[in-house]
């Protein structure tokens, strides 16, 4: 392994630990949700950066699917916050 890759690697590892933690603590609903969102998008990175690891392009393909089902959960949620905040 490179340097490079080794330095990706404890990046993607740091910014997963920071996001759970501010899950863990995140005062509002919608602080928690971006924090899984968050945890999400770098999950996907730590996919990537194994399918360049292992040299399977195959991995490439399913981390883009899963990328948009939770941007598309994502825009569910801020959907679900904004019809709530019609209706109080």
């Known amino acids: 392994m490179t340097p490079l890759l080794l330095v990706a690697i404890a990046v993607v590892t740091v910014a997963f630990v920071v ?31 194994y399918a360049m ?7 490439l393909d399913a981390v883009m699917v899963l990328s948009l089902i939770f941007f598309l959960g994502t825009i569910a949620f801020a959907y679900y916050l904004e019809r709530q905040g019609e209706t109080s």
């Open 19 to 49: 996001a759970f933690i501010r899950l863990l603590i995140g005062p509002s609903l919608p602080d928690r949700v971006v924090a899984m969102d968050l945890m999400a998008t770098v999950g996907s990175g730590g996919i990537a950066l």
């Open 53 to 59: 690891v292992t040299d399977r392009g195959v991995l």
